[in-house]
C-alpha cells in the first residue's frame, strides 16, 4: 500500500491530526503536502508508505479555494477566529465593482505573508513572534493569480464568496484582506475550501471516517506511484544495467534531460533522472 490518498479535511482538524489518524488506521508512513489550517477545509493529499518520496515533486503545484470574504472586519490573525482589531460599517460594493477589483489582481504579484503563519525568519515561524507581540521584518514573496471569480454577494452578511486559481505560497486570508482594501474597507476571510491541488481534485477525495471505513480495501481511492508519473516515459532496463542502477552506477543515456519511469521488464522500479547523458537513480520504490 504505497502511494497518494486525497483526503476531504474537514474543520477542526489540523493537517498533523489528519496525519497522525491515516498513520494509525493504515499502519505506514504518512506524509503530506502544504498544510491546511484547522478552520480550513478540502483536498489535502497523503503520501502513504514508499509515496512519501514523491514529495519533492508535489510541492509546487498550484491550487484552487474557494473562499467567504467578510468586510468590515479586521482580524490580527487576517481570519475569523483571530482577535479583532477593527470593525466599521459597510456599504456593500456593487457586483460590478467587485468584478473590477478581482479582474485587476488577475497576474503576477508579489505578496507579503501574515504574521500568523509558519514561515520561518531566523529560525522562528512567524506565529511564534506574533504571539509573543513582537515583529519581524516580512519579505514580500512573489506569487501568481491565474484566475480570481465572483461566485456570490451576501449583501445581509457583508460576504463576498469567490474562487481563487492560485500559484504555490499564495496566502487567501491575506488575499481577502488585499480585496477588501482595494473595495475601500477592511476584511477577513471567514472561510475557506480547497478545490484543488495540481491534478487532484476534492472530487475524488474521501473523509477521514470514510478512510477508516475503506483502509482494508482503498481500491481506487489510492493513486498508485505508477499511476502517478503515468505521463512520463519508460526506460526499460536489463538484469546488468538494473544492478549498477540500483547500485547508484550513472548508465550512459542519449534521451532529453528529464524524469523517467524505470521498469525491469515489465516490473515498475521507480524513477530515474536523464542528466548531462546520463541516467541516474532518483526515487527507488522496488529492487
Do not use: W
Amino acid at each position: 500500500m504505497d502511494g497518494i490518498i486525497l483526503i476531504n479535511k474537514e474543520k477542526n482538524y489540523t493537517s498533523h491530526d489528519v496525519v497522525a489518524i491515516a498513520k494509525k488506521t493504515l499502519g505506514k508512513k504518512i506524509g503530506h503536502t502544504g498544510t491546511l489550517d484547522p478552520n480550513a477545509t478540502g483536498v489535502l493529499p497523503l503520501l502513504v508508505g514508499k509515496g512519501t518520496q514523491i514529495a519533492k515533486y508535489l510541492v509546487n503545484h498550484d491550487k484552487i479555494y474557494q473562499a467567504v470574504l467578510k468586510l468590515g472586519i479586521k482580524t490580527n490573525t487576517a481570519d475569523i477566529t483571530g482577535e479583532i482589531l477593527q470593525e466599521q460599517n459597510v456599504d456593500m460594493p456593487k457586483e460590478e465593482k467587485i468584478n473590477k477589483v478581482l479582474s485587476v489582481m488577475v497576474g503576477k504579484t508579489a505578496q507579503t505573508p501574515p504574521m500568523y503563519s509558519a514561515i520561518k525568519v531566523k529560525g522562528k515561524k512567524l506565529y511564534e513572534y506574533a504571539r509573543q507581540g513582537k515583529t519581524v521584518e516580512i519579505v514580500a514573496r512573489p506569487i501568481e493569480i491565474y484566475a480570481l471569480n465572483l461566485d456570490n454577494i451576501n449583501k445581509t452578511q457583508n460576504e463576498i464568496t469567490f474562487t481563487v486559481h492560485c500559484s504555490k505560497g499564495t496566502y487567501i486570508r491575506t488575499l481577502c484582506e488585499q480585496i477588501a482594501q482595494n473595495l475601500g474597507t477592511i476584511g477577513c476571510m471567514k472561510d475557506l475550501k480547497r478545490l484543488q491541488v495540481g491534478e487532484f481534485h476534492i472530487n475524488n477525495s474521501i473523509t477521514i471516517s470514510e478512510l477508516q471505513e475503506k483502509k482494508d480495501n482503498l481500491g481506487d481511492n489510492m493513486i498508485t506511484i505508477e499511476e502517478f508519473f503515468a505521463n512520463k516515459e519508460k526506460i526499460m532496463l536489463n538484469k546488468k544495467q538494473l544492478e549498477k542502477f540500483l547500485n547508484g552506477v550513472k548508465l550512459s543515456y542519449a534521451l532529453p534531460e528529464e524524469t523517467y519511469r524505470i521498469y525491469d521488464n515489465n516490473r515498475f522500479i521507480g524513477l530515474g533522472i536523464i542528466q548531462n547523458g546520463y541516467l541516474k537513480r532518483d526515487v527507488i520504490l522496488c529492487g
